[in-house]
């Protein structure tokens, strides 16, 4: 932001400062001066400190520093002659607008506006274009607060302000064409919007060089509101920008009648009483601060005296003290200030960061047992890159759109961007880094993530660590998938996997599963639905699955045996069984479990014959292999064993 220094001495008396060691000052407590020459600051804005976001701004930022006085704005008293402004607040709006405020002028000579203040506009990088415009944009500059005027004469009727109940077109002030999202507040005459409340107004009633008679308006709207809707339009304004850190509710008539004087000074208008409205009583916000914790924390030693010194030096009022503490009211302007720590902040900005020591750090070292989750994540990501995946990192946030279960889910507040809602899966993250390969001719994938997830249960939050693997490549199905986490099972020395069937609506129908450890449910894995790849704009086939951290410690054992090879040789055997294709797998494996032969060592599916297509059932033949580690088995006990394991077997599948 440019910053004349004729117009900012104005506010403040600084001609007996150099500028080299204001800007310095400046920059070093927190509002950095970019560049600076005798005419003018340029000075980086951040959004901790919204209200230094005009000349008055930042005059008050140099009188905490400099201890000096902040002048008001020059102006003389305007009689007003004529009624109030009529207006209305829809209720469901009401929550929103926190204070509005309306003057009818009539009769503005609206032609060019005094040199002065086009000089002035100049010079803060603003296109002077009329007496009207530039008076609300003067005053902007000048106070912070924004301001819009509205040609009186192209309203359709008394204006009402409203939330917009779907989204729709308009045309704005500046000619460009924009959809205003649903639940903007909007001002409207007869039905028709005339703005988008703090962030711009319409084409409709704009300001032109033949307006003769306004409304202006000066508001303060919900911050959150306005960034959300900004954000939603993709088109940030001056306006917007001051609305979305909360403007002063003390400017908003400030801001008025300023306005109001210099449109009947250099314009001949005449002036009506304000009409004014608030949805909430502004109380002033007070905090506390306590000597022994300004000591602890800065490694300083000051007084009460100083404190006390110091918060009158910040424009604030001294509501308690005590031997040890005090209890401040902190003015309505420096919405940046919430708690203790905010105050003391303010205070080693004052004080001088070279009172502070310098000492070497003393950090006692402690001896902190190893924590058990970090250790499996570090053997987690060792197995997988062994098996040739690399590691992903993808966003803890994602759009709202992305959600397929609304339910349990955290949407952060105030949130920056479209992202709002934490994840409750690794899943969105995964089809974004498809994408993005995608879109950059990359056409294999084979990653893993490891991170959290979020939920909400009732009144509590709760925070999971899940291991995702993602597959994006034309030579892999879905067997791939469910062999790498197979392989991750065995690599951890855990039981195997049974395959269970599931019913996810971000998978394929007929390609997913969850998978179950000694009856454990571990997570799922699949291959995503084709239409939600399509909503993603993915063109190829992805293999997504996501185990529990917590589940994958549970069946990992901490120790565990290797098993000596045996000199003796193995028996194997083929058996095809016919079974009703509604038959899974993960059935017949739950069953080999339950009734496996101490001898059976391994066993496999070697493969699935269909001679009837058409039919209800088709031929599966297992492998199986026995073993004994201390002696040479013979054919007559492994085919007795056989005998009496399949006997079981066919038991339970006909049952």
Known sequence: MKVPLDWLKEFIDIDDIPLQNLSDKMTLCGLEVDSFDENHLEVSQTPDLGYTRSI??????????LDRKVQSPKMGEVQPILNAPCYTIDTQAKEYVLKYSLKTLHGIHNGPSPDWMQHRLKAAGMVPKNLIVDVTNYVQMALGQPM?????????????IALQPHAAPFKTLLDTDVEIPAHA???????????????????????????????LESAQFLPTSIRRTAKTMRLSTPSSQRFENQTDPDGVELALEYASYL????????VSFTSTSHSQTFKAHTAQ????????????????????KIFIQLDMKILEESSQSLKVEIPPYRTDLKTEIDLIEEVIKIIGFDRLLE????????????????????????????????EMMTPSLINKEHLLNPHSTIEVKNALSDRSILRTTHLYGALESVLHNQNHHCHTLEGFEIGNVYFKEGAHFKELTQVSITLENPEADFLDLKGVFEALLDQLHAEKSVAIPSHLPQFHPHRQAFLEVRGQQMGVIGEIHPQLLKDFGIKRKVYFGELSLDALM????????????TSYPSIERDTTFVLLKSITYGFIETLIQQHRPKLLQEYSLKGIYDPDPDGNTHNVTMHWIYRSFDRSLTQEEVDKSMHEFLHKLEHEINS
């Not at 005459?189 to 032109?208: D, F, L, N, P, Y």
């Not at 449109?263 to 005449?270: D, H």
């Open 359 to 390: 000492k070497p750090a003393s950090i006692p070292l402690s001896d902190t047992p190893p924590d058990r989750h970090v250790a499996f994540k570090r053997l987690l990501r060792k197995k997988l890159l062994e098996q040739g995946l690399m």
């Open 263 to 270: 449109l009947s000074t250099y314009g001949k208008a005449s």
């Open 554 to 565: 549970h069946i990992t054992p901490k120790t565990f045996h290797i098993s000596p090879i």
């Open 289 to 308: 601060i306590h000597l022994p914790r300004v000591e602890s924390l800065l490694g300083i030693k000051t007084s009460m005296d100083e404190l006390k």
């Open 148 to 160: 819009h005027a509205f040609d009186e004469d192209l309203l359709s009727g008394p204006l009402h």
């Open 185 to 215: 507040i909007v001002i409207l005459s007869q039905k028709r919007v005339e703005a988008v409340a703090g962030v711009i107004g319409s084409k409709s009633s704009a300001v032109t060089e033949s307006t003769k008679n306004i409304i």
């Open 56 to 65: 008055l701004g930042v005059a008050r930022f140099l009188s905490q520093l």
